[in-house]
């Protein structure tokens, strides 16, 4: 089976400190994606990844940065948290090529005070 | 721009069928993927359609149409368990990532 962990469940942050959250998976899939989940909003995409060191912007990336150094890695930064960043941040890999069957991470709820 | 419409909420009775429809408008366009939420938990694949026709996984089948931007998920012999978010998701290109949509909320009654 599939899996991908994320660093936290739950994180609580104060606004302005920098956020690291982190996803790993053990598949050994070539794509990775960072999404955040807000009510009535559905899953947006903040930053995509095809390969090590590879990353592509989302829909919303303003207010996030990206690293991928390891293929099984992928973190999201917050450089400067902002209450409008509190969400659910969700991670997702899948095979190269296999983008429509992406696997979930459980999920970082992370609240910005 | 782009833009996939879904019901926001659906209700149907244990043993029932239900359908959840789809439209979707976007500038490239390779594919339609389902999704399933449980409340508090991960988004996880359910089927998926690059051409038109119907696909059948069990109690679920999936249906597009992409002459008319459409695809829905049927459920059949509803179960209390089958109480969750549906997303819809469109593949824009061979590499691209997944546009979803907002879901839809089924509930499941006895």
């Known amino acids: 089976d599939v899996k991908v962990t994320q660093s936290s469940r739950y994180l609580v942050k104060r606004t302005g400190e920098k956020v690291f959250l982190e996803c790993v998976q053990d598949?050994?899939?070539?794509?990775m994606f960072w999404y955040r989940q807000d009510p009535g909003l559905g899953l947006r995409l903040i930053y995509f990844?095809?390969?090590?060191?590879?990353?592509e912007k989302g829909d919303i990336p303003e207010g996030y940065s990206v690293s991928r150094e390891k293929k099984e890695r992928f973190s999201l930064i917050l450089e400067s948290a902002s209450t409008n960043q509190t969400s659910m941040y969700l991670c997702?890999?899948?095979?190269?090529?296999?983008?429509?069957?992406?696997?979930f991470g459980p999920g970082t709820r992370l609240t910005v005070t | 721009g782009q833009s996939l419409e879904q019901p926001s909420e659906v209700t149907a009775v244990e043993g029932a069928i239900v359908q959840i429809n789809c439209t979707y408008q976007?500038?490239?366009?390779?594919?339609l993927s389902w999704y399933q939420q449980h409340d508090g938990g991960a988004p996880t694949f359910l089927s998926y359609?690059?051409?038109?026709g119907l696909e059948e996984t069990g109690r679920f089948s999936s249906f597009l149409s992409r002459s008319d931007s459409y695809g829905y998920l049927l459920l059949q012999e509803l179960q209390m368990k089958d109480s969750a978010s549906y997303f819809c998701?469109?593949?824009?290109?061979?590499?691209?990532?997944?546009?979803f949509g907002k879901g839809t909320k089924l509930s499941v009654k006895p």
């Open positions: 998701a469109v593949r824009e290109g061979s590499q691209g990532n997944l546009i």
């Open positions: 359609n690059a051409l038109d």
């Open positions: 997702a890999s899948s095979l190269e090529g296999s983008s429509y069957e992406q696997y």
């Open positions: 976007t500038s490239g366009f390779y594919g």
């Open positions: 990844s095809y390969d090590v060191k590879m990353k």
């Open positions: 598949m050994d899939h070539e794509n």
